[in-house]
RNA sequence: GGGCCUGUAGCUCAGUUGGUUAGAGCAGAGCGCUCAUAACGCUUUUGUCGCAGGUUCAAGUCCUGCCGGGCCUACCA
């Protein structure tokens, strides 16, 4: 038995994410760890809210709440929609807690020891309206290049050249609007990555089996121009993890959220009643984490953080902390031939999605599209092919068809009579080499061609029963009929267990139609066709998934479309 | 501007270290079945592999250029 730690990117606190956010981190996460789970591994999944910064201090502001109290709120809002799509974290945290405070806390300090922590006074903008300093991008003004008028302070969105806030003609504050600002001197910590170059580089070489979206990201940061440049890891602001002797200021969220993965485990283990050894064992590899194997998973917008700053922060603590052994990121899901966008009201968004159709439908399309070679697009045409073609007519139908007819012949009895002749032989065989094949890609975290092998697994059922013709057979042979109705019925609870981790809902209905609670996963086909036994009684499920009509698809593509550009 | 990814049947995508007539699912067509959610099975049509060159006995696969789509470019997170 392997130890797999599994972390999904920490969704930000502002707001509900969008179908897009879920595919590229928590939804593939959750496959990962239910299908490790399934094979007998012990699983620590961890996730949580990434609740400091200055968007979730003005959304609080906005809502009228202490932004304490504000984020206290999405985070429940957001632990409840996750459940809502079944994503099993072992613990979801949250990176103000008191845990991820001592251990951010503590890294800076080991960093500042080791002379990798260097104060360093910069120029920023301060609004004195607002009252705090305002980073580029809430900066807005006239484009000193092509005289667009709401170019931001980092760059022109019009002409696409880079800028400094200061380079703007009449800045003002986005958040107030007001043009009263000035340069102020300010001084923050920086983490000198730079001096970690060459072993991140070198660190990175050795990962040959990554995604190349993800080391071509860090290579690029590593190498483009004079190299990593150190980063700042401080900001100005009230809320966050206050830096020790530098009233006012706060680690930089990017500083902290991923240390709140280890953060989250500790508060794992306190929830639970635990000592620190139970969290130590997962990521103190003088403490038992040596044997562990550690997979993230992001969105590409995250990979240089993962791939560069928190590793220098881990490597540059001289501790035994554990590293990431492998980074599993994706590419963004596009909504019907543009980006999904919050302020437009343009896409699904996850607790939308939840209340018109179950979380079994959406973990399937999204799962057997994620975009893991490229950007991939959503479209409710496709949408509504896949899911009444796989869920409803392939896996579906297959659980009906076999169930009613043997509650019509045998009663809801598994029947009794007939052996496995050519056919079941045949079946398994195939059955087996699918499964090795479906084993081997969920062991790879490739996505999408373990969804289409489960499918394949799916069809495999239905050309079977086709061709052994039970409903012909049982009027001249009812013997040969219930060997091909016991082994079809047994394939039901055999596609149950193996589609858990794709569609956990589904899957727990059939169980319990199929009155079983074994879910072990098979090392083999036939021993695995054979666990219900003859005179093993059931119910027949409730029609699994009902299709999407035509009528519902253009409703909620109206519905979600947004306004128009 | 620079870097990276991507362009394969109407649609969504596979195509391993270059090797014979380029594949799957969906959609379309035909046949079969009637147990089932008008479901299932079998057969089958469709491709100048973005364009133009080059290397090679051999290129979807390697090289160069061009065209299209996307992402990143470090103070949003």
């Given at each position: 038995?392997?130890?797999?730690?599994?972390?999904?990117?920490?969704?930000?606190?502002?707001g509900i994410k969008h179908l897009g956010n879920l595919?590229?981190?928590?939804?593939?996460?959750?496959?990962?760890?239910?299908?490790?789970?399934?094979?007998?591994?012990?699983?620590?999944?961890?996730?949580?809210?990434?609740?400091?910064?200055?968007?979730?201090?003005?959304?609080?502001?906005?809502?009228?709440?202490?932004?304490?109290?504000?984020?206290?709120?999405?985070?429940?809002?957001?632990?409840?929609i996750?459940?809502?799509?079944?994503?099993?974290?072992?613990?979801?945290?949250?990176?103000?807690?008191?845990?991820?405070?001592?251990?951010?806390?503590?890294?800076?300090?080991?960093?500042?020891?080791?002379?990798?922590?260097?104060?360093?006074?910069?120029?920023?903008?301060?609004?004195?309206?607002?009252?705090?300093?305002?980073?580029?991008?809430?900066?807005?003004?006239?484009?000193?290049?092509?005289?667009?008028?709401?170019?931001?302070?980092?760059?022109?969105?019009?002409?696409?050249?880079?800028?400094?806030?200061?380079?703007?003609?009449?800045?003002?504050?986005?958040?107030?609007?007001?043009?009263?600002?000035?340069?102020?001197?300010?001084?923050?910590?920086?983490?000198?990555?730079?001096?970690?170059?060459?072993?991140?580089?070198?660190?990175?070489?050795?990962?040959?089996?990554?995604?190349?979206?993800?080391?071509?990201?860090?290579?690029?940061?590593?190498?483009?121009?004079?190299?990593?440049?150190?980063?700042?890891?401080?900001?100005?602001?009230?809320?966050?993890?206050?830096?020790?002797?530098?009233?006012?200021?706060?680690?930089?969220?990017?500083?902290?959220?991923?240390?709140?993965?280890?953060?989250?485990?500790?508060?794992?283990?306190?929830?639970?009643?635990?000592?620190?050894?139970?969290?130590?064992?997962?990521?103190?590899?003088?403490?038992?984490?040596?044997?562990?194997?550690?997979?993230?998973?992001?969105?590409?917008?995250?990979?240089?953080?993962?791939?560069?700053?928190?590793?220098?922060?881990?490597?540059?603590?001289?501790?035994?902390?554990?590293?990431?052994?492998?980074?599993?990121?994706?590419?963004?899901?596009?909504y019907?031939?543009?980006?999904f966008s919050t302020?437009?009201g343009r896409g699904v968004f996850m607790d939308q999605a939840l209340s018109i159709?179950?979380?079994?439908?959406w973990?399937?399309?999204?799962?057997?599209?994620?975009?893991?070679?490229?950007?991939?697009?959503?479209?409710?045409?496709?949408?509504?092919?896949?899911?009444?073609?796989?869920?409803?007519?392939?896996?579906?139908?297959?659980?009906?068809?076999?169930?009613?007819?043997?509650?019509?012949?045998?009663?809801?009895?598994?029947?009794?009579?007939?052996?496995?002749?050519?056919?079941?032989?045949?079946?398994?065989?195939?059955?087996?080499?699918?499964?090795?094949?479906?084993?081997?890609?969920?062991?790879?975290?490739?996505?999408?061609?373990?969804?289409?092998?489960?499918?394949?697994?799916?069809?495999?059922?239905?050309?079977?029963?086709?061709?052994?013709?039970?409903?012909?057979?049982?009027?001249?042979?009812?013997?040969?009929?219930?060997?091909?109705?016991?082994?079809?019925?047994?394939?039901?609870?055999?596609?149950?267990?193996?589609?858990?981790?794709?569609?956990?809902?589904?899957?727990?209905?059939?169980?319990?139609?199929?009155?079983?609670?074994?879910?072990?996963?098979?090392?083999?086909?036939?021993?695995?066709?054979?666990?219900?036994?003859?005179?093993?009684?059931?119910?027949?499920?409730?029609?699994?998934?009902?299709?999407?009509?035509?009528?519902?698809?253009?409703?909620?593509?109206?519905?979600f479309?947004g306004?128009?550009?």
């Open positions: 038995m392997a130890r797999i730690l599994i972390t999904s990117a920490l969704p930000y606190i502002n595919v590229g981190s928590q939804l593939p996460a959750d496959l990962f760890a239910r299908y490790m789970r399934g094979r007998g591994h012990e699983v620590m999944y961890i996730c949580a809210t990434d609740e400091h910064g200055t968007p979730a201090e003005l959304a609080a502001t906005k809502a009228g709440k202490p932004v304490a109290e504000y984020c206290a709120e999405l985070h429940d809002v957001q632990a409840d996750a459940k809502g799509f079944g994503i099993s974290f072992d613990y979801f945290g949250r990176s103000s807690s008191d845990e991820n405070r001592a251990f951010t806390q503590h890294f800076a300090a080991k960093l500042a020891e080791n002379d990798l922590i260097e104060v360093v006074s910069d120029k920023q903008v301060y609004s004195n309206a607002d009252g705090r300093f305002l980073p580029d991008r809430y900066i807005e003004g006239t484009c000193p290049n092509c005289g667009h008028v709401g170019a931001r302070g980092d760059q022109c969105d019009e002409c696409t050249k880079q800028l400094s806030p200061t380079d703007l003609i009449d800045p003002y504050s986005t958040i107030s609007g007001s043009k009263d600002l000035e340069v102020r001197e300010t001084k923050h910590l920086f983490l000198r990555q730079s001096k970690l170059r060459d072993t991140l580089d070198k660190w990175i070489d050795s990962k040959k089996d990554w995604p190349i979206l993800t080391t071509s990201i860090a290579k690029k940061w590593l190498h483009d121009g004079d190299g990593l440049r150190d980063r700042g890891i401080t900001r100005d602001l009230d809320w966050g993890v206050p830096v020790p002797d530098m009233p006012g200021k706060v680690f930089y969220v990017w500083f902290d959220a991923p240390i709140e993965y280890i953060g989250a485990t500790a508060e794992w283990a306190k929830a639970n009643g635990l000592g620190d050894d139970a969290w130590e064992r997962w990521w103190r590899t003088d403490k038992g984490a040596d044997d562990v194997r550690y997979v993230q998973f992001m969105g590409k917008d995250n990979v240089p953080f993962h791939t560069l700053s928190f590793p220098a922060t881990i490597m540059g603590s001289k501790e035994p902390w554990k590293l990431v052994d492998y980074i599993k990121s994706f590419n963004y899901l596009n019907d031939g543009g980006q302020s437009k159709l179950p979380s079994d439908y973990r399937w399309w999204l799962l057997s599209h994620a975009p893991e070679n490229s950007d991939a697009e959503f479209t409710w045409e496709n949408f509504q092919s896949s899911i009444n073609k796989d869920l409803a007519d392939v896996l579906g139908n297959f659980a009906s068809r076999v169930t009613k007819f043997c509650r019509s012949k045998f009663g809801e009895v598994v029947p009794a009579g007939g052996e496995y002749g050519d056919d079941e032989k045949a079946l398994i065989a195939t059955l087996n080499q699918r499964l090795t094949a479906y084993n081997t890609h969920m062991d790879a975290m490739e996505v999408r061609k373990s969804a289409a092998e489960l499918r394949a697994i799916w069809a495999a059922g239905n050309e079977y029963l086709q061709n052994a013709a039970p409903w012909t057979v049982f009027k001249t042979d009812p013997d040969a009929a219930a060997a091909v109705i016991r082994l079809s019925l047994n394939l039901i609870r055999l596609y149950a267990v193996l589609s858990k981790p794709f569609i956990p809902d589904a899957s727990a209905a059939l169980l319990t139609a199929m009155n079983t609670r074994d879910a072990s996963w098979p090392d083999d086909v036939e021993t695995a066709l054979n666990t219900l036994p003859e005179g093993h009684t059931f119910t027949v499920p409730e029609v699994t998934f009902a299709k999407i009509t035509d009528a519902q698809r253009e409703e909620w593509q109206e519905k479309a306004v128009r550009d």
